[in-house]
């Protein structure tokens, strides 16, 4: 072997081996910091409610009336009362072009659970585990995407 072909194969092996590892792929991400539900669902004394319907209006965020549809356009909208909060869930439709309200919007979707309201009232004020008032159900999918905002098991 003459001394080039050693000399670049010396070189080869030096920048291999300084070269940097690879860079490990980033670790799964997690929608959520919890195993299980928080502990707000399924104790306590008072019962979630809920409320789906197609409306001629158009709304806020809080789901406040701001004003009447074109003809043929509804709102879909599902409530959820939780303690003394609610959630508010909106979809525009066109009926005239057929569209229909998604299931995601259906009062189905949102089942009634037990609630300790102590224990939802101190997430609220703490954001520990998370901030029920963004994601009820503290599975990392947030109230307005979640299409089971109350079932931790499912989004
Ligand atoms: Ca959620």
């Known amino acids: 072997m003459n001394r080039t072909l050693i000399f670049v194969w010396l070189i ?3 920048l291999s081996a300084c070269a940097p590892a690879a860079t490990p792929a980033p670790a799964a ?4 910091t919890l195993e299980s539900p928080p502990s707000w669902f399924g104790a306590g ?7 789906s319907a197609g409306e001629p209006y158009a709304f806020d965020e809080a789901g406040n009336i701001t004003g009447d549809l074109p003809k043929d356009q509804v709102t879909c909208t599902l409530r959820i009362w939780i303690c003394d909060d609610k959630i508010f869930k909106q979809k525009v439709i066109n009926q005239g ?3 229909r309200c998604p299931d995601s919007l259906q009062f189905s ?3 009634q659970t037990k609630v ?3 224990k939802w009232d101190e997430a609220k004020r703490t954001k520990d585990p998370c901030d ?11 109230n307005d995407l979640d299409e089971w ?3 931790f098991y499912r989004q």
Not at 29 to 32: N, Q, R, V
Request: net charge negative; charged share 20%.
């Open 45 to 51: 004394t008072s019962t979630t409610r809920s409320l």
């Open 29 to 32: 991400t997690t929608l959520s």
């Open 97 to 99: 072009a057929g569209e």
């Open 132 to 142: 029920p008032l963004v994601d009820a159900d503290c599975d990392g999918v947030t």
């Open 109 to 111: 979707h949102a089942p």
């Open 12 to 14: 080869t092996l030096f």
């Open 116 to 118: 300790d309201c102590a």
């Open 149 to 151: 905002p109350l079932d």
